[in-house]
């Protein structure tokens, strides 16, 4: 079973709850990393939260939403070794694994349905990287 970090802001709160069910109900193993109401609180906290418990391989893939997606995707691509991607499109969703060996994907909940969202997401966890020409440019992100 396959363990994913879920972390958003008060921005994202309500879209993170609503993934998370969907993962509960894949029979994912979920670890919500908070934040835990729409109270205001700091994208950044929680961006770095979840980039290092991919970095410490204590989840396998992460989930990061906020309002735009992009504080969260900034915040957690300061960790070593993490690649968030933020995506709008399926198509997004699967260039991020299978070319850029993404292992955040970043969501921005003000401007993505619940139904987008989940369609996103199944394609993040469903695809891998396809190595090849791809590991050298991936290995220059740092």
Do not use: W
């Amino acid at each position: 079973m396959q363990k994913i970090g879920l972390s958003a802001d008060h921005a994202g709160y309500e879209l993170k709850e609503e993934l998370k069910n969907f993962l509960k109900a894949s029979d994912y193993d979920v670890v919500d990393l908070g934040a835990f109401s729409s109270k205001s609180v700091d994208y950044p906290d929680y961006g770095k939260i979840l980039g290092e418990s991919v970095r410490d391989k204590k989840v396998e893939l992460g989930i990061a939403i906020c309002g735009s997606g992009i504080g969260m995707s900034i915040a957690a691509n300061k960790i070593k070794g993490i690649r968030a991607a933020l995506c709008s499109t399926e198509e997004m969703a699967k260039l991020s694994r299978n070319h850029n060996d993404a292992n955040i994907l970043a969501l921005g909940a003000r401007f993505i349905s619940k139904e987008n969202a989940i369609s996103c997401l199944k394609v993040f966890l469903r695809e891998k990287f396809e190595a090849g020409r791809h590991i050298k440019r991936v290995k220059k992100l740092g």
